[in-house]
């Protein structure tokens, strides 16, 4: 779901339900999804938590939550820079050990390696360098 109702028009739409509405308020039986993602949206106001959260509850056993987001590994600073008119935070080590950590406790755990480490900030946008961070966080059963 996106709050965009061009999602509708996504590949696939043939096969994958895509629905115009908050993700938050989606009326969505528990343990019915098989797949989310959140593709560069976290680092834009969205709590870890609050997402990690609600995708443990719709997520079925097995099912796959894929994560991109703005990230580095030290912290750089983006107080007060808007985008999109929301807040931006580009995530950190810190940010995602956190998210990590929470996310095992929701029974949310990676699938595969976690790699934490960055050679190069191929992004400079914003006076920021940075990288994007891929996830995929898979339900245990």
Known sequence: CDTDPRVERMPGSRRIRYTTQDFFAAELAPESVAALTCLSVMEHGMEPAALLERAAKLLRPGGRLLVTTDYWPDPVDTTGIAVY???????????????????????????????????????????????????ALAVRA
């Open 85 to 135: 008119g929301r807040p931006w935070r580009i995530f950190s080590r810190r940010h995602i050990e956190a998210l990590l950590q929470t996310a095992h406790g929701l029974r949310l755990d990676p699938d595969g390696p976690v790699d934490l480490t960055a050679a190069a900030a191929p992004i400079f946008w914003s006076g920021r360098s940075y990288t994007f961070l891929w996830l």
